[in-house]
């Protein structure tokens, strides 16, 4: 079984930056792409960025030059720096790894529950 835990959450004032972190535990061999996705009120859930094991990365229009994802491969951890936060960046945001566990040969995608991020004044 995977777990993934996401942290860094909380409330803050337009203009400002939280960094989260997402740590991976369980029997990991490798794991592969994480990424990051993001859920408002009312909303369906969307991509915010990925970074694969060669750390290609790729991010959605909205938080392009805003946000940075990296990854820490020793920690099984994935971070998302995000800077000049907007009101629309309020969402539940969810950690995603798709990963392959031993002994197992195959990839499989596993979900955090999600941490909170306000942004408001």
């Known amino acids: 079984q995977v777990q993934l835990v996401e942290s860094g959450g909380g409330l803050v004032q337009p203009g400002g930056s939280l960094r989260l972190s997402c740590a991976a535990s369980?029997?990991?061999?490798?794991?592969?792409?994480m990424g990051w996705y993001r859920q408002a009120p009312g909303k369906q859930r969307e991509l915010v960025a990925t970074?694969?094991?060669?750390?290609?990365?790729n991010s959605a229009d909205s938080v392009r030059g805003r946000f940075t994802i990296s990854r820490d491969n020793a920690r099984n951890t994935v971070y998302l720096q995000m800077n000049s936060l907007k009101p629309e960046d309020t969402a539940v945001y969810y950690c995603n790894a798709n990963l392959q566990l031993y002994p197992s040969t195959l990839k499989t995608n596993h979900w955090g529950q999600g941490t909170q991020v306000t942004v408001s004044s």
């Open positions: 970074i694969t094991n060669g750390g290609n990365t």
């Open positions: 369980g029997n990991i061999f490798r794991i592969y792409t």
